[in-house]
């Protein structure tokens, strides 16, 4: 069972954003606070949710949308005091066309700005004991550049090294930071995929994981163990071998 009870998640209509909220519905949270882009879909998860007894209060906004996304984090704040906001939205690239790279980094790293930035100030101003936990979706992927991904690799990198250093930046208000890096785990955006994915996890059992080490302040919580291990390895290796070895492997198409 979870000790955090009220929780905002945004891009929570599919993949790990889904999973997590209703993990949470099942495992005694109070308030959730969901967002998506589809309201079909984000209705559909709100009502499962529900069915396990808790407050969910749905909301159909673009995180790209700084005013909207800000107006949510506080007015939901109000409803129930947040003690965990995962900035979880992101996008795939696809074709590395001038729209789709601005729009995977508008959502990709904006959209967590968007979401994190005015949660972080409610947490600031707030003295009590309660749990304060900043959580953002980052990707194994962010490790290295990734040329067969190169926007989404770069964003999710810019997500990655933010939270990190905003861990130890918040750390004396009181305010637990922690990045998520997973591998490849069923969403709306592996379905696309064409390439192999190693290791490839169900959505369900990534939200699992991500809890129980959000419940331990675990910083970087990397998955599964033997992929974090190779993009590593990789990412230390000098680039004249790191890019031999990434022309040898299949591009997304």
Sequence with gaps: MTNIENILITGASSGIGEALALYYAANGAKNLFLCGRNEERLKAVAEKCRAYGVSVYEKVL?????????????????????????????????AETCEHIYNTFNTNIFG?????????????????????????TASIAGYHGLPACPSYSASKACVKAYGEAMRERLKKDGIQ???????????RITDKNTCPMPFFMEANK????????????????????????SVYLLSILPNCISGFIYGKLPHKV
């Excluded at 984090?73 to 003690?83: F, M, R, Y």
């Excluded at 700005?113 to 936990?133: G, M, Y």
């Excluded at 129980?212 to 992929?227: C, D, H, S, T, Y």
């Design 62 to 94: 673009n995180v790209t949308d700084k005013t909207q996304v800000e107006n949510w984090v506080k007015d939901s704040n109000e409803k129930a005091p947040l003690n965990l906001v995962f900035a979880n939205a992101g996008v795939s690239t696809g």
């Design 112 to 136: 967590v700005l968007n979401t994190i930035t005015p949660a972080i100030e409610i947490f600031q101003t707030r003295k009590d004991n309660s749990k304060k936990i900043i959580a953002m």
């Design 177 to 187: 930071v922690s990045t998520i890096c997973p591998g490849f785990v069923r969403s």
């Design 206 to 229: 990534a939200a699992e994981i991500i809890a129980k080490r959000l419940e331990k302040n675990v910083g970087l919580i990397a998955f599964p163990f033997p992929m974090r291990l």
